[in-house]
């Protein structure tokens, strides 16, 4: 398996679709920022508008796909950028929820939904610019993006049996499409992607994902990639802000935050799996990373999972 795909693997990413917006004439929707760890998406089906983030307009035309890598509050509008307040409808559709203004028909619909990574996964999301705005009409080298999209509005919309899972699966299969297509156009120039993306530094976090509990150490890392320890360090520098080992401790936390976030396993055994022998040392590190003791974590984990999820645009 390639190391994206064991990146990816390991965080056990999870997405959803949570509305179908349709609206004509002059409407204006405002988004407050997400929750840390969650990644808002749009897909335009169908009509144009304009997307603020911050000070920042942007057009935005059917077939294009918005991710919001860390959440950023942003207002979608009609074409003309006017501030409207405007009467919506809310009613059951298929697995989404479709809001509508009381219009005989539609200008505009958009898909909305959300990928979750948890807060923990900071490391690869600091990776990804604060939008990700990919136009794909017209495009033959983003027929892969636009089949998935075409398959989850049709999935979304049915009632069958196993369809929150398939979607889960093609938002997970999104979500990498896009990684993949910025990394294809050079748009990820620092940070773990960029890593990734490196013939000569890539072995070695590959070896790390795949291994997290070896005792890796400088040396080690620089002898998978068959370069002298000097010589990693600095090309690794070149790439990332972060050294080799703060990459080699965020990977195994965010490992360790997602083992306390699904498994029933002991609080020892997870420190074992992320390379560390002792508790104390596997709770010392996984403070410094997470802010918080995994104890604190596993608690904190298991009370948001039983609160309610509010959806975009609520």
């Not at 989404?96 to 219009?103: D, G, M, Q």
């Not at 795949?210 to 070149?238: I, N, Q, Y």
Request: charged share 20%.
């Amino acid at each position: 398996m390639d190391s994206l795909s064991t990146l990816v693997t390991s965080m056990g990413l999870r997405g959803r679709l949570d509305l179908l917006c349709r609206f004509a004439g002059a409407w204006s929707v405002p988004q407050p920022e997400a929750p840390p760890g969650q990644v808002p998406y749009h897909v335009v089906l169908a009509g144009a508008g304009v997307l603020e983030v911050g000070r920042e307009r942007r057009p935005f035309v059917a077939g294009d796909l918005v991710l919001f890598p860390r959440g950023a509050a942003h207002t979608m509008r009609h074409a003309d950028g006017a501030t409207l307040t405007f009467a919506e409808v809310r009613r059951p559709l298929g697995r989404l929820v479709e809001v509508a203004s009381e219009a005989p028909r539609s200008d505009f619909d958009v898909l909305c939904g959300t990928f979750e990574l948890g807060q923990h996964h900071a490391l690869l999301l600091r990776a990804l610019p604060d939008v990700v705005h990919l136009h794909t009409q017209g495009r033959d080298d983003y027929a892969g993006l636009q089949a998935l999209m075409r398959s989850m509005r049709h999935e979304s919309l049915q009632a069958s049996p196993g369809g929150d899972a398939v979607i889960a699966h093609l938002s997970a299969a999104l979500f990498i499409l896009v990684v993949r297509t910025l990394m294809d156009q050079g748009d990820l120039q620092q940070g773990l992607l960029a890593l990734l993306m490196d013939a000569r530094v890539a072995p070695a976090l590959a070896a790390v994902i795949a291994t997290p509990a070896e005792p890796w150490t400088l040396e080690r890392l620089a002898g998978v990639s068959r370069m002298s320890r000097a010589s990693f360090a600095r090309h690794f520098a070149e790439l990332s802000p972060a050294t080799p080992m703060d990459v080699v401790t965020a990977l195994r936390m965010d490992l360790a935050a997602r083992l306390l976030r699904e498994t029933p396993r002991s609080i020892e055994s997870i420190g074992e799996a992320c390379g560390y022998t002792a508790r104390a040392a596997f709770g010392q590190a996984f403070k410094r990373v997470h802010g918080t003791s995994p104890a604190a974590f596993r608690r904190q984990a298991g009370e948001a999972a039983t609160a309610t999820n509010l959806p975009p645009f609520s």
